[in-house]
Structure formats: C-alpha cells, structure tokens
C-alpha cells in the first residue's frame, strides 16, 4: 500500500526556520497537505495544494513540492508551533487517501 | 459557520459493529464539490484516513480498511455515518470527521472527534 515518509522529529530554536519534509512516489502528481495537530486538539489544515495557505494561517507556514517530496517550511520559529505535523495526499490514481507518520517539531 | 461534531459509543466489544454519526452545519452536501472525510488517530500514534463520500454519493475507502467500512450520508439530516463491522482492540482509537471543501482544498474543517475504546 502507498506511504508517505516524514522525520519522527524535528528541532529547532526560537526564530529559526524548521523544515518537515515527506516522500512518496506519487507525489510528482498528487497535491500534497500539511496538517499541525496540537495535544488533545483536532488536527488544523495548515497547507493546501503543496503550497497555499489557507485563510487565517501566518505567512511564517510555507510549502513546496520537489519531484517525489513535499516540504513545509515554517519560518520564524514560534513556541506555539511546537507541534505534531502530518502530510496527506493521494496514490497515483487519487483515490486512496494518506497520511504520513507525523513529525513531532519540538521549540528549544 | 462550518462545524461538524461526531457521535457514537465510546465502548464497544470485539466484534461488534461500530456505527457513528457526524453531524455538521454550514455547508451542504448535496452542493456540487463538497465531500466529507472520516480519519482516526489510535492513542499516541498518526492519523489514519479512513473514507470519504462526495456530494455525488460517489464513496472512497482506505486500501486496508475497505472490506470493514461503509460511508452513507443523510442530507436532510446533514449527517455522514461510517459503519465499521468486526471491531478489535486495535481499532481503539479517536475518530474525526472532517470537510473537504469544494476543489482540492482539503480537510479544512474537522470536528472535535470521538474517542472509541474496544473492550470485553
């Protein structure tokens, strides 16, 4: 069955830029999404279509898309942003939908 | 507004089947290009997308979960129902619904979810 891969973690300092990324073979024709996912919160679309920011998110969240990996880019670090984030997307024929293991960003 | 809030047993026992209810407002979907998606999250591990239906009835289902799955919508009710047939232990987990809005938006509005333990 299709996989996205994400780091187990990240690590980085206030006012830094942290970097997620997620791999998967389809994702050259799959549109890819970033969910954060606070303790005990339901999950918050923070991307969309590898690269738009929906209404209401801060401009620090940014995403791109490389051949087979999608990257969110959040710069500036904030300690609010110390949180679990998952990519999704789609196989090669669109209908079977994905989440990748999540990445637990982790604000020193 | 879009809210969506699901409902359903916070305990079942092994074998039985799972039934829960996602009620929302906001939207509708019997309108061209909206969908609806549920996903669980076992305790301490990733979201799981389980199904999705769209306003055309036309229902999508994980690989690995299909045979134990069903989606329906209500649209006068403004509910989606997933069914889960045969339930384990490992099926423990908090369950989302969530929106997808009209074109590939994605999951923009989820509900608070529901925690669903499995237990004799």
């Known amino acids: 069955s299709y996989e996205l891969t994400q780091p187990p973690s990240v690590s980085v300092s206030p006012g830094q830029t942290a970097r997620i990324t997620c791999s998967g073979d389809?994702?050259?024709?799959?549109?890819a999404y970033w969910y954060q996912q606070k303790p005990g919160q339901a999950p918050v679309l923070v991307i969309y279509k590898d690269s738009e920011r929906p209404s209401g998110i801060p401009e620090r969240f940014s995403g791109s898309s490389s051949g087979t990996t999608v990257t969110l880019t959040i710069s500036g670090v904030q300690a609010e942003d110390e949180a679990d984030y998952y990519c999704q997307s789609a196989d090669s024929s669109g209908t079977n939908w994905v989440f990748g293991g999540g990445t637990k960003l982790t604000v020193l | 507004q879009v809210t969506l809030k699901e409902s359903g047993p916070a305990l079942v026992k092994p074998t039985q089947t799972l039934t829960l209810t996602c009620t929302f407002s906001?939207?509708?979907?019997?309108?061209?290009?909206?969908?609806a998606s549920w996903i669980r999250q076992p305790p301490g591990k990733a979201l799981e997308w389980l199904a999705r239906?769209?306003?055309?009835?036309?229902?999508f289902y994980s690989t690995s979960l299909k045979t134990r799955l069903t989606i329906s919508k209500d649209t006068s009710k403004n509910q989606v129902v997933l069914t889960m047939t045969n339930m384990d232990p490992v099926d423990t987990a908090t369950y989302y619904c969530?929106?997808?809005?009209?074109?590939?938006?994605?999951?923009?509005?989820w509900g608070q979810g529901t925690t669903v333990t499995v237990s004799s």
């Open positions: 906001g939207f509708s979907l019997s309108t061209s290009g909206m969908r």
């Open positions: 389809a994702l050259p024709k799959q549109y």
């Open positions: 239906i769209d306003w055309d009835d036309d229902k």
């Open positions: 969530a929106r997808i809005g009209d074109g590939d938006y994605g999951m923009d509005v």
